[in-house]
Nanobody, 115 residues
Framework: QVQLVESGGGLVQPGGSLRLSCIAS????????MGWYRQAPGKQRELVAA???????NYADSVKDRFIISRDNAKTTVYLQMNSLEPEDTAVYYC?????????WGQGTQVTVSS
């Protein structure tokens, strides 16, 4: 069992930055692929970025060159650095831990990009 708690969301102006954190409790954090997803009102949840246990990353096309995912296995934490934020990035952001068919989710943190 893995528990995930996100933090770092909030209100930011277009062009601004935020860093989301997700701390995991439970066993064997380092073996999980960690991901950030988001869900905007009226839309399906979508993958934003993911990082494997080996450090390989992948990003949604819409956030490439603006967002960076990283992990610190010693702190059992995964981060999402979000730069050059746009109103279209407004959503609830969820942390995910995945290992084969097992998947865990956090409660989500709201990110609002507005002037």
């Amino acid at each position: 069992q893995v528990q995930l708690v996100e933090s770092g969301g909030g209100l930011v102006q277009p062009g601004g930055s935020l860093r989301l954190s997700c701390i995991a409790s439970g066993r064997a954090f380092s073996i999980y692929t960690m991901g950030w997803y988001r869900q905007a009102p009226g839309k399906q949840r979508e993958l934003v970025a993911a990082i494997t246990n080996g450090g390989s990353t992948n990003y949604a096309d819409s956030v490439k060159d603006r967002f960076i995912i990283s992990r610190d296995n010693a702190k059992t934490t995964v981060y999402l650095q979000m730069n050059s934020l746009e109103p279209e990035d407004t959503a609830v952001y969820y942390c995910n831990a995945k290992l084969r068919v097992v998947s865990y989710w956090g409660q989500g943190t709201q990110v609002t990009v507005s002037s």
